[in-house]
């Protein structure tokens, strides 16, 4: 199992990024899939998931400005990001969760990505 988070940077505030998450081992799309961020000094939050039946949820914080995706060809997990606020820099993880149905449940993911850093300055 490997997850290979790319697409972070550096973006001035209001901008966008798209990362992506690029999944081997195992078909993503038959599992719940999730965006964290952890900034310094902060705990990790769970920012977006989605599971294998489509259903997504997100922080509330990233409403109406984040979107998760999945390519299943690709078997790639993506988060485009738009309206970017300085408090969205932080190291961001994709990560997968076997437990269908438990998405929400960010103790159960047990595979991660090694991160990709989005700072968005002001």
């Known amino acids: 199992v490997q997850l290979v988070e790319s697409g972070g940077g550096w973006v001035q505030a209001g901008g966008s990024l798209r990362l992506s998450c690029a999944v081997s081992g195992f078909t993503a799309s038959a599992y719940c899939m999730g965006w964290f961020r952890q900034a310094p000094g902060k705990e990790r939050e769970a920012v977006a998931s989605?599971?294998?039946?489509?259903?997504?949820s997100y922080v509330n914080s990233v409403k109406g400005r984040f979107t998760i995706s999945q390519d299943n060809a690709k078997n790639t997990l993506y988060m485009q990001m738009n309206s970017l606020k300085t408090e969205d820099t932080a190291m961001y993880y994709c990560?997968?969760?076997?437990?269908?149905?438990?998405?929400?449940?960010?103790?159960?993911?047990?595979?991660w990505g090694q991160g990709t850093q989005v700072t968005v300055s002001s």
């Open positions: 990560a997968t969760n076997p437990r269908r149905g438990l998405c929400s449940r960010p103790n159960l993911y047990n595979d």
């Open positions: 989605m599971d294998s039946d489509g259903t997504i």
